[in-house]
């Protein structure tokens, strides 16, 4: 069984649209996150929700808006697409503590055209 | 500005060798750092954590050593395979309080036969 899992991988796109990536964990962990991976391999925090409440939003445009439906999910669903949003996107999820390893799915690639 | 550095040149070595992956940090004091490997179209996978009261950690191949002083983590593999071959990950939480994993951008090995 999948650990953390998200849907889709690949996502290709024009400009302007709306989309959505899904994310579901079954490690029954607390915490989940948003990651943006680009093309330099930089691994980005966006959000992390602990139990379905925010607890980290960093800058990142409003036309990004994280949902926790519970707290088994973790869905992202972007607006206005740009070209400047194609990246890779990790969902990962941990348990609250401090030092809790994060366990990743395994990405959604995002490319805007 | 607060920074994480890893040797941005991939890491070119033979089998059986031993790889030394490198990652310093500036302007943090973190309580503790993980290691994380990445595979080509895969999400991170946590290999190692090492605190800071810990000068040494190991898990059979790997050894990951912490310097506080010098703010600097190494990443060990050790008698290296080609399965070995990826990219590895440092990353340290931003604020010691679990939940924001600022990463490196990310070593890639590559291990010959």
């Known amino acids: 069984d999948t650990a953390v899992s998200q849907t889709p991988k690949y996502l290709v796109t024009q400009m302007g649209n709306d989309k959505s990536i899904k994310c579901e964990q079954n490690?029954?962990?607390?915490?989940m996150y948003w990651y943006k991976q680009d093309s330099k391999k930089f691994l980005k925090i966006m959000f992390s929700?602990?139990?379905?409440?925010?607890?980290i939003n960093e800058t990142v445009p409003n036309r990004f808006s994280p949902k926790s439906p519970d707290k088994a999910h973790l869905n992202l669903h972007i607006n206005s697409l740009e070209l400047g949003d194609s990246a890779v996107y990790f969902c990962a999820s941990s348990h609250p503590r401090e030092s809790s390893p994060l366990h990743f799915g395994n990405g959604t690639r995002l490319t805007v055209t | 500005s607060q920074k994480i550095e890893q040797n941005s040149e991939a890491l070119n070595i033979q089998e059986g060798k031993t790889a030394t992956l490198t990652c310093n940090y500036t302007n943090y004091s973190p309580a503790y750092l993980q290691w994380y490997r990445q595979d080509p179209g895969r999400g991170p996978v946590f290999l190692l954590l090492i605190r800071e009261n810990e000068k040494e950690k190991r898990k059979e191949r790997l050894k990951v050593t912490f310097d506080t002083t010098l703010k600097q983590s190494l990443f060990h593999i050790t008698a290296s395979q080609p399965a070995d071959s990826a990219t590895y990950l440092c990353a340290l939480d931003e604020y010691n309080q679990g939940g924001k994993l600022i990463f490196g951008q990310g070593t890639e090995l590559s291990v010959k036969p």
């Open positions: 490690l029954g962990h607390d915490t």
């Open positions: 929700y602990n139990n379905k409440e925010l607890i």
